[in-house]
């Protein structure tokens, strides 16, 4: 299995200064449903709005001469696609970043503002994935995976070193899956200083690939249904590097209705006038399902991104308006 720990220890030095160190939020309102300290890991201000730029960046900084000459290629929903061109922007080098039809407007509108070249394949994130790869492969550039790479995963474990440096003594992290490259990060990262951690993976009930695919013990073809969670949507690669970590340092996993996310997106805006997108919304529905089980426990809850179109976001808090 990869070397999470020290992947992200040379991430966390490497991208320092293309990132910022997000805050721990301690949240009283969903305190009172456990019993115990709760925090909101704010990874919705970062930079781009998602916790994608550290993976994003991570790969594009271990890139040679040659590779950042002949540009890259990568395939997003949405956040890992306007991570890639923060990064490519910052860094001063080209590439085109693949979106699936019908992926967020909002979304869309952010990467072409960096000045990244988008191009739209296919109707699910697998088909797109898959079309990049095989362009990428086909001009002799670097396919950079949103999860399936060792460098971005290292990056996203950064977040689980900022917890443990802010948070020693958490008891239990919550982590919203889709391909698994940030709940592997960060199981990785803490896991090699605090076995007894817990990590919880949550999914929507809608696209439930990783945590079907661990009790299965493969890989799954899973049919995947729309979702408010579109960063997390979408099934796995064959191969993938990630389910050998989410099936060996995951210790628990929790579906969520559509219902439930929407409720948890309205509870943090009216209690922490925060927005954050259908995935962070996942992980505090997973929390207030489960919160009679970590009664007493420090729990850190991944706030993963808040990019969301403003539409949507209006019809979520003012349903009837």
């Given at each position: 299995?990869?070397?999470?720990?020290?992947?992200?220890?040379?991430?966390?030095?490497?991208?320092?200064?293309?990132?910022?160190q997000?805050?721990?939020?301690?949240?009283?309102?969903?305190?009172?449903?456990?019993?115990?300290?709760?925090?909101?890991?704010?990874?919705?201000?970062?930079?781009?709005?998602?916790?994608?730029?550290?993976?994003?960046?991570?790969?594009?900084?271990?890139?040679?001469?040659?590779?950042?000459?002949?540009?890259?290629?990568?395939?997003?929903?949405?956040?890992?696609?306007?991570?890639?061109?923060?990064?490519?922007?910052?860094?001063?080098?080209?590439?085109?970043?693949?979106?699936?039809?019908?992926?967020?407007?909002?979304?869309?509108?952010?990467?072409?503002?960096?000045?990244?070249?988008?191009?739209?394949?296919?109707?699910?994130?697998?088909?797109?994935?898959?079309?990049?790869?095989?362009?990428?492969?086909?001009?002799?550039?670097?396919?950079i995976?949103?999860y399936?790479?060792?460098?971005?995963?290292?990056?996203?474990?950064?977040?689980g070193?900022?917890?443990?440096?802010?948070?020693?003594?958490?008891?239990?992290i919550m982590?919203?899956?889709?391909?698994?490259?940030?709940?592997?990060?960060?199981?990785?990262a803490?896991?090699?200083?605090?076995?007894?951690?817990?990590?919880?993976?949550c999914?929507p009930?809608?696209?439930?690939?990783?945590?079907?695919?661990?009790?299965?013990?493969?890989?799954?073809?899973?049919?995947?249904?729309?979702?408010?969670?579109?960063?997390?949507?979408?099934?796995?690669?064959?191969?993938?590097?990630?389910?050998?970590?989410?099936?060996?340092?995951?210790?628990?996993?929790?579906?969520?209705?559509?219902?439930e996310?929407?409720?948890?997106?309205?509870?943090?805006?009216?209690?922490?006038?925060?927005?954050?997108?259908?995935?962070?919304?996942?992980?505090?529905?997973?929390?207030?399902?489960?919160?009679?089980?970590?009664?007493?426990?420090?729990?850190?809850?991944?706030?993963?991104?808040?990019?969301?179109?403003?539409?949507?976001?209006?019809?979520?808090?003012?349903?009837?308006?």
């Amino acid at each position: 299995m990869l070397d999470i720990h020290n992947l992200a220890l040379s991430a966390a030095t490497r991208i320092r200064p293309h990132i910022r160190q997000t805050p721990l939020e301690r949240s009283a309102d969903l305190a009172r449903e456990s019993g115990g300290p709760v925090f909101l890991k704010l990874e919705n201000i970062q930079h781009t709005g998602s916790f994608k730029i550290r993976g994003a960046i991570n790969r594009l900084m271990t890139l040679d001469p040659d590779q950042r000459a002949a540009g890259i290629v990568t395939a997003s929903s949405g956040n890992h696609g306007l991570a890639a061109a923060f990064g490519l922007s910052r860094l001063g080098i080209k590439g085109a970043i693949y979106l699936p039809e019908g992926a967020s407007p909002a979304k869309v509108r952010m990467i072409e503002d960096l000045g990244a070249a988008v191009r739209f394949h296919g109707s699910t994130c697998e088909i797109t994935e898959a079309f990049a790869r095989r362009q990428a492969e086909d001009n002799g550039q670097v396919y950079i995976s949103p999860y399936n790479d060792p460098f971005v995963v290292g990056g996203q474990g950064t977040v689980g070193l900022e917890i443990l440096k802010r948070l020693p003594q958490v008891d239990c992290i919550m982590v919203s899956v889709g391909g698994g490259g940030l709940i592997s990060g960060i199981a990785g990262a803490v896991k090699a200083q605090s076995k007894g951690i817990r990590i919880v993976g949550c999914l929507p009930e809608h696209s439930p690939a990783m945590a079907a695919s661990v009790r299965a013990g493969r890989i799954l073809d899973v049919q995947t249904r729309d979702t408010l969670s579109d960063g997390t949507a979408g099934g796995i690669e064959p191969g993938a590097i990630t389910f050998e970590p989410c099936r060996s340092l995951v210790d628990a996993w929790v579906l969520v209705s559509e219902d439930e996310i929407r409720s948890a997106m309205r509870r943090v805006f009216e209690n922490h006038r925060l927005v954050i997108e259908g995935a962070a919304g996942v992980t505090v529905a997973a929390f207030l399902k489960i919160a009679p089980q970590l009664t007493g426990k420090t729990v850190v809850l991944i706030v993963c991104g808040g990019n969301i179109d403003v539409d949507l976001f209006r019809t979520l808090i003012c349903p009837l308006g």
